[in-house]
Every structure is written in structure tokens, then in C-alpha cells.
Antibody, heavy 120, light 107 residues
């Protein structure tokens, strides 16, 4: 059974850096084709793709946010970490991590999400 | 930047067919999928690779893609299908893009 779970702060001050961790089980991020992505959703709004890290260390970032995003993986600890710098109230959202399986370009399994609020 | 356009809302009567569209430039040339999101829940994949259903997704969910439009069809819509639906596309040029979402109301 594949599971993912996001963790990190629920409240961040403007200009601070957000660090979120995705802890996963039930699959290997060493398997060819597998990736873990980050997606966010402001309250009542649409999903927005942020970043993705592949089994082979390749990474992809949203062009709109690329300058602020970094994604890394820790295979031993089965974790993927996302950092988003210079947080703004507009970054208030539920942040999800999700697994991309070995085939195709879609997210098979999602974590429950974590709501991050940016406020002074 | 690439955009996917969905109608904000669609209404359907129980037992009828619901149709949700997703429009984007040359969408048929990309890989498209659909997610269902119940209130307060994470998205769930209901269609992948344009037309395929994951195991566990009811047969009443189907999809097609042609030209600039992908269509999600729910036949014999049930009350449990009331949710937000998001399309998502991918290719090497646009990376990962989500549509704005459609709220399906089963009246």
C-alpha cells in the first residue's frame, strides 16, 4: 500500500522560507520512472503544480515559481523535501505531495495535504 | 504559459450523464488525466492516459480527447459523484499543468 504524508509548519511569516517534508512508503524512489511531486491548492481554488523529483535525480519546477523552489530527496529516510523561499500571503495553500508511478505522467497517489498559512 | 480551461460548474440530475470539458491548445497531442476531489479530501485519479480508468474507479467514468478538448463523461451520475474535477496535462514543453477545476453538482 502506497502512502504519502506531508509535514511542516502550519504558520509561516512573510519573507520566511517554507520547508515541507513528504514521508512516503510502499514504493521506491529508486525505481526507474518513479517520481514524487508537490502540488498546492489555495483555499477554494485550483490545483497548482510546483515541483517534481525523479528517481534519477532529475527535477522539474513550475516556471512561475522556479526561482523560489528547491526539491531534494533522501532515499534512506524515504523523504522528499520542498523549500519555498520568500513566502507571501498569496502562498497560503494546502500543499500536497503525490507519487508519479513508473508509467505515464499523472499522480497515482496523494498525501492528505497540509495547510500552510502565511501571515504576520 | 500553457493554460487548461474548464467550466467553473456543471449541474446534472441523478441518473443522467454529466459532461465536463477541458480545453487547451493541441491538447490531443499531450497526455491528459482527470482527478476527482471530494470536499476536504485529496484528489483521486479517475482517468489517466487520456481514456484509461484506474482499478477501483467505476465504469460510469469515461473520457475522450480530440483536437483542443478533453472530455470527462459520467454516465448514470450518482450523488456520490458530486465533487470538484480537475484535468491535468503533460508534455515535455509545458511540464505539468492543471485546469481550473469544475464543480459538479448533482441536483
Amino acid at each position: 500500500q502506497i502512502t504519502l504524508k506531508e509535514s511542516g509548519p502550519t504558520l509561516v511569516r512573510p519573507t520566511q522560507t517554507l520547508t515541507l517534508t513528504c514521508s512516503f512508503s510502499g514504493f521506491s524512489l529508486s525505481t526507474s520512472g518513479v517520481a514524487v511531486g508537490w502540488i498546492r491548492q489555495p483555499p477554494g481554488k485550483a490545483l497548482e503544480w510546483l515541483a517534481l523529483i525523479y528517481w534519477n535525480e532529475d527535477k522539474g519546477y513550475s516556471p512561475r515559481l522556479e526561482s523560489r523552489l528547491t526539491v531534494t530527496k533522501d532515499l534512506f529516510r524515504r523523504k522528499v523535501v520542498l523549500t519555498l523561499t520568500n513566502m507571501d500571503p498569496a502562498d497560503t495553500a494546502t500543499y500536497y505531495c503525490a507519487q508519479k508511478g513508473t508509467k505515464g505522467h499523472y499522480f497515482d497517489s496523494w498525501g492528505p495535504g497540509t495547510l500552510v498559512t502565511v501571515s504576520s | 504559459s500553457y493554460e487548461l480551461t474548464q467550466p467553473p460548474s456543471v449541474s446534472v440530475s441523478p441518473g443522467q450523464t454529466a459532461t465536463i470539458t477541458c480545453s487547451g491548445d493541441k491538447l490531443a497531442d499531450k497526455y491528459t488525466c482527470w482527478y476527482q476531489q471530494q470536499p476536504g479530501q485529496s484528489p483521486v485519479l479517475v482517468i489517466y492516459q487520456d481514456t484509461k480508468r484506474p482499478s477501483g474507479i467505476p465504469e460510469r467514468f469515461s473520457a475522450s480527447v480530440s483536437g483542443n478538448t478533453a472530455t470527462l463523461t459520467i454516465s448514470g451520475t450518482q450523488a456520490v459523484d458530486e465533487a470538484d474535477y480537475f484535468c491535468q496535462a503533460w508534455d515535455t514543453n509545458i511540464a505539468w499543468v492543471f485546469g481550473g477545476g469544475t464543480k459538479l453538482t448533482v441536483l
